[in-house]
């Protein structure tokens, strides 16, 4: 019996440890230094997107906010995580990047502290996206800035949107409007 109620309390506790592992508990840190807790966003679907300055798809900013803008009154976020993980492309301090982001385009969606989407250093929120053993839905590599993960309601990672596929991409529009 004692070792029943060991085994037991070890299958309970492995169940609690994997629930605790989900998109909802990351705490992040936003560009301005402060805790940003992704519980805050449950029942809202969310766009996870690596962001760089001087890309040749940095003009997307203004793309995701046009769509931020269309759909932020209907449970939807865009989170923009700054990196410097393809060709020094994102060079700029946490204040330089907020800087750029709002006075050339205007950026009003959250914007996070600069992290590492891939390598040894990556982020574990990159590390929860990408690994299909950690988030139960699928495996994918971040190929270049501007790569979009899509999150439902519910924390579940939905989909990938590639790196030049644009924000408002049908596929993008069709998951916002539930089609």
Known sequence: MKYFLISLFAVTSMGVAAQTTGFYSFTVT?????EFSLSSLKGKKVMVVNTASKCGLTPQYEDLQALYEKYKDKNFIII?????N?????????EQIKEFCTSRFHVT???MSKISVKGNDMHPLYQWLTQKSKNGVMDSKVKWNFQKYLIDENGNLVDVVPPREKPHSKRVIDWLEGK
């Open 80 to 84: 923009g995580f700054p990196a410097n």
């Open 86 to 94: 393809f060709m020094g492309q994102e060079p700029g301090s946490n």
């Open 109 to 111: 969606f959250p914007m």
């Open 30 to 34: 936003d560009i301005d230094g402060n």
